[in-house]
Structure formats: structure tokens, C-alpha cells
């Protein structure tokens, strides 16, 4: 039989799944690694540690195959926005810094100040935020230019385990559109920000399309993923768009929602949009299919944070949702704004921190518990108002990832937005979209709308109409409390950095 390999590079582990041409999930492994966090707002990872990942994981699924079944492809997705920089003979001078990461704050409020941010933006699709590579490369040169300055070459996280394997330095277009220094509409690397930066062309890999297909990796790593050195890689694409992709929602008006260690809500368009507010990233998957939406730090951290560091860490979560379960939807008017560390949509502010607000003596922990669990969600509806601005109304949400295990956070989810959630029956929608951009890649199929045949619908929440009235009054107070809040959240920050 024939068989495929997709690889999720992830932010706190790396999943690789073995599927069958048809979408069927035959074995699946994953390898978790350390984000190496600090309270001046570092977030890096180990080159090392998610290289030995992607080694140990694509072996623990090939050992599946048998001797005369097929492996046609492996193809990746991979976190967004992270940054590597090597010296003149590629030895690494940083680790990989990430996505989470916002050192870069300070430099990235100054460019939003100086009004050439929003114009950059326009350009590129990429919300002036830390997280970008474009903020990282400012940092660096004003921060660390002992590195700025040795540095001959840059890449990120993907591209540094396909230089690895096969020794050429490339960016898939998926990728590089979350960049920050990226033109959307030349597809070309942005003139004004390189410059801004002070990186040359020279100095970036390669533009690839998503389909592009490498072969004849260094032997040593073939054996040890056990798997054959002519084996075809296929580059993918990045972790945003093909959820959206994994998860069937790639039609117009059908939005995805992930919740993973952050969040996301998405829709694809026929050309990238985007937003004279700058409040919604737009990256491509591919040239035809376009992701507008907006990421959100808080999402599955935030709950590891409510059972450490509010409940001790006694409680599983599955105890910390039937606490919340049995409080009234609205917390009895208590909100909690999940901006622990920083935040991406709707705000774009890395000073951003949490609170809780309107405490009175009747709350207790169970109160707190589902104001947590409802602050997320209030927070991913202030992310899709202004989506709907820049795409139109929302038809359909297709949910995804681990907070849809639990029925109390996803029938939230459906009660705030007003609508049917529907959770397909994959939960491999990363690996299963990499698969079928391989597929596409090696010719199997004509449109990525094969997907339709491959996801099915594992559960659908029906809107508690009993629990509008509540949502509806505490919505606008949410969304007005979080844009008071903004005006001292950068007192807050440094106040807690000098601290």
C-alpha cells in the first residue's frame, strides 16, 4: 500500500502522523521539547532538541510500514514567525527564537510609533508585533549586535531542518508571508523593511513554492528515521493556513478556530486582504488560497496557568471543568482578560497582561475557573468582529484542537459566538493538511478540495439560546474593559521587567 508522513514542528512538541492516501491515520508520534521562558519576554527552543524530534518521531511511525508498502512523501507544517541566525560557516548563533517571544516590544512600538508600521503592514500582511521575524531582526541589531553583526545567514525552524537534512536553504512561500518583510502582493521580499532592518537579500533563503520536493537527504539521517534516502520531502506549508485546510474549512465564509497552546480564528479568501486597522494577519497557504484571521497567545497556556498557579496544581482538567460547570454561564459577572503573556489579535500589544475583574465576596475558585475558560472565548469573538469587517459574515465554524475535548469549553464557544460549532472527526488536521499539500505536489490529486472526502463531522454544538442574554450584556463590557486596561499596560510591563 501507499503511504504518506506529515510532521507538525509545534511550539511545545513535534507530531508525526502515518496516513493512508485517503486520509486514514494508520500510526502517530510525538516528542515534546522545552520553551525555555524568562521574565524579559525570552521564548527559545534548542535546535538540537526539535531536529532529534523530527528524527525520532518520523522512526517511531515508519516502523509501521511494512517491507513492500510505499512511502510516497513526508511533508511539514510548522510554527509561524520563528528566527535563527548563523554565522559565515552555518554555525548557529542563536537557538530558535520563537513566535512567543517579545524581547523585540520596545522596537516594535517605536516603528508602530513612527507611522511607517502600519504602511509595512499594508505591505506585508504581518501585524507590527514582536512575534514577527521583522521586529527580531530590529532587536537584534540594536540588542545583541554581537550576533547582528556576525550573522551571514538567517533562517526558520523548517527551514532549518531541511538544511539539515538536504543542505539547501529555502523558505516555503507559506511561510515567508508571516515574515514581516515579505511583500504579499510582489512576492518578493519588502524592499522598505529590508532596509529597515538592515538584512540583505543575500543573507535569506530562497522563495519555494509550498510544493516544492527535495530529495537524496544525507544518509545518516535516512537511517536513523528509517526510511529511504531518496524518500521525497515535501516543504508544506505553515501551521495557520493549514489548519484551516485540515480542518475542511476553505470555502468562503467558513471559519476555523484552533485552540492549541495559543489560539486562532481564520478564513481563506481568494487574495490576501488586508485590514486599514491592522487588527488581522493575512498569509498565504498557497498563491489561490489566501488566510485572513487573527492569533491569539491565550488559549490552552492559560488553563495550565488556572490549574498551577490558581488551584495548586491538584486538580486535572477534567476537575476544573466540572468546577466551572457548575457555575451560571457569565461567572456570576466576574471577567477575565487571558493576557498573561502579552497578546497578538485583537490588541497587538506585548504589554499586555491578565486580570480578573468585577471580584465580589461571593466568587470563589469555581467562579474564577469558567471566567478563565469564558475570557478565552470572549477573546476570540473580539478577534472575529474584526475579521467579519475585512472578510464578511461567517457562515460556518469548524473547531479544532485540544480544548474541544472538553464539551463544557466548546458549548461556550457556540454560546458567545451564536452559532453551531462543528468539530470534525480528525484531530491531526496539521499532519492531514501537510498530506494533502503533498499529495497535491506529487500529482494524486487535482484540488486541495479533496479535503471534503476526508473530514467528516465528529460532533456539533448547538447554541444555548438561554444563554444569549447573558453573553450579549457582558460581551460589550468585555470588549470596552479591554481597551481601558491598554492605556497602563505598558506601566505594568516595565514596572514588572525592572522588578
Not at 9 to 18: F, M, N, Q
Not at 45 to 74: G, P, W, Y
Not at 106 to 113: D, M, N, S, V
Not at 452 to 473: C, H, I, K, L, W
Request: glycine share 8%.
Amino acid at each position: 500500500m501507499d503511504y504518506l508522513i506529515g510532521v507538525d514542528l509545534g511550539t511545545t512538541a513535534t507530531k508525526a502522523v502515518l496516513f493512508k492516501t485517503d486520509g486514514t491515520i494508520v500510526a502517530s508520534s510525538s516528542q515534546g521539547y522545552e520553551l525555555y521562558r524568562d521574565s524579559n519576554g525570552m521564548a527559545e527552543e534548542e535546535l538540537e532538541d526539535i531536529f532529534e524530534a523530527v528524527l525520532i518521531t518520523i522512526r517511531e511511525v515508519s516502523i509501521h510500514l511494512n517491507e513492500n508498502d510505499k512511502l510516497l512523501a513526508v511533508s511539514f507544517s510548522t510554527q509561524m514567525h520563528s528566527l535563527i541566525a548563523f554565522d559565515e560557516k552555518w554555525q548557529a548563533l542563536t537557538r530558535v527564537i520563537t513566535w512567543a517571544d517579545t524581547r523585540a516590544v520596545t522596537y516594535t512600538e517605536q516603528l508602530k510609533a513612527s507611522g511607517k508600521g502600519l504602511e509595512i503592514y499594508k505591505r506585508t500582511g504581518t501585524p507590527i508585533h514582536p512575534m514577527a521575524p521583522l521586529s527580531k531582526f530590529l532587536w537584534l541589531r540594536q540588542e545583541r549586535a554581537d550576533i547582528y553583526n556576525r550573522a551571514e545567514h538567517y533562517l526558520e525552524l523548517k527551514g532549518y531542518i531541511f538544511w539539515r537534512l538536504f543542505g539547501v536553504t529555502k523558505i516555503e512561500l507559506s511561510t515567508a508571508t508571516g515574515t514581516g518583510i515579505f511583500n504579499i502582493f510582489d512576492l518578493d521580499w519588502d524592499t522598505e523593511a529590508l532596509e529597515l532592518t538592515g538584512v540583505n537579500r543575500e543573507q535569506l533563503p530562497e522563495v519555494v513554492e509550498p510544493y516544492e520536493i527535495e530529495q537524496g537527504m544525507r544518509h545518516e539521517f535516512a537511517v536513523k528515521m528509517g526510511i529511504d534516502v531518496d524518500t521525497k520531502f515535501v516543504w508544506g506549508a505553515a501551521d495557520g493556513p493549514l489548519s484551516n485546510l485540515g480542518v475542511n474549512a476553505i470555502q468562503s465564509g467558513v471559519a476555523a478556530i484552533t485552540i492549541g497552546t495559543s489560539g486562532a480564528i481564520r478564513v481563506v479568501t481568494d487574495k490576501p486582504r488586508t485590514d486599514s486597522k491592522a487588527r488581522t494577519f493575512t498569509y498565504a497557504l498557497d498563491k489561490e488560497h489566501w488566510v485572513v484571521g487573527g492569533p491569539v497567545n491565550s488559549g490552552g497556556d492559560v488553563f495550565r496557568w488556572l490549574r498551577d498557579a490558581v488551584l495548586d496544581g491538584k486538580l486535572t482538567f477534567d476537575e476544573i471543568t466540572e468546577l466551572a460547570a457548575g457555575i451560571a454561564p457569565g461567572s456570576d459577572g466576574l471577567l477575565f482578560h487571558p493576557y498573561l503573556g502579552g497578546e497578538r489579535a485583537p490588541l497587538w500589544d506585548a504589554n499586555a497582561r491578565g486580570s480578573f475583574f468585577g471580584l465580589n465576596y461571593t466568587h470563589n475558585r469555581n467562579h474564577m475557573a469558567r471566567s478563565v475558560l469564558e475570557g478565552v472565548m470572549f477573546n476570540l469573538y473580539m478577534v472575529a468582529l474584526s475579521l467579519i469587517e475585512v472578510t464578511g459574515d461567517l457562515t460556518q465554524i469548524q473547531a479544532t484542537g485540544g480544548f474541544t475535548s472538553s464539551e463544557l469549553w466548546t458549548q461556550i464557544l457556540a454560546d458567545i459566538f451564536e452559532q453551531p460549532i462543528n468539530v470534525p472527526e480528525s484531530r491531526e488536521a496539521g499532519c492531514l493538511a501537510a498530506v494533502i499539500m503533498a499529495e497535491k505536489a506529487l500529482g494524486l490529486v487535482d484540488s486541495l478540495n479533496v479535503i471534503e472526502q476526508m473530514v467528516g463531522s465528529n460532533q456539533t454544538y448547538q447554541p444555548n439560546e438561554d444563554n444569549f442574554d447573558t453573553y450579549r450584556a457582558l460581551s460589550p463590557i468585555y470588549i470596552r474593559l479591554s481597551r481601558l486596561l491598554q492605556r497602563e499596560y505598558e506601566s505594568i510591563a516595565e514596572f514588572q521587567r525592572e522588578e
